[in-house]
């Protein structure tokens, strides 16, 4: 399985990105999905998760009301919207799957995209 992670660039704060995770060599539709994040000195960070199904979403406190995950399984992909970006979501962004039934966690993970870099200016 591979997971390609897109989307991300160079926006200021406040504006908004869209990042896709585009699974290829089997389907997703039984694993849950998540992206994580890292920002250079720090350890990786669970951002948001979603369940196989989609119908239970799981957030970061740091990120409810701003980001929305989304999956379409027909086309095994997954979605992140982000909204209102700050200079601290700046961080290498990881897309995830695992087969745990719950909130993903690193130990939980079977599959890592390469990351897409995401830099937001003040």
């Known amino acids: 399985v591979q997971l390609q992670a897109s989307g991300g660039g160079l926006v200021q704060a406040g504006d908004s990105l869209r990042l896709s995770c585009a699974a290829s060599?089997?389907?997703?539709?039984?694993?849950?999905m998540a992206w994580f994040r890292q920002a250079p000195g720090l350890e990786r960070e669970f951002v948001a998760g979603?369940?196989?199904?989609?119908?239970?979403?799981y957030y970061a406190d740091f990120v409810k009301g701003r980001f929305t995950i989304s999956r379409d399984n027909a086309k095994n992909t997954m979605y992140l919207q982000m909204n209102s970006l700050k200079p601290e979501d700046t961080a290498v962004w990881y897309c995830?799957?695992?087969?745990?039934?719950?909130?993903?966690?690193?130990?939980?993970?079977?599959?890592w995209g390469q990351g897409t870099q995401v830099t937001v200016s003040s």
């Open positions: 979603i369940s196989w199904s989609g119908e239970s979403t």
């Open positions: 995830a799957a695992g087969r745990y039934a719950g909130r993903l966690t690193i130990g939980t993970i079977d599959y």
């Open positions: 060599g089997r389907t997703l539709s039984s694993y849950g």
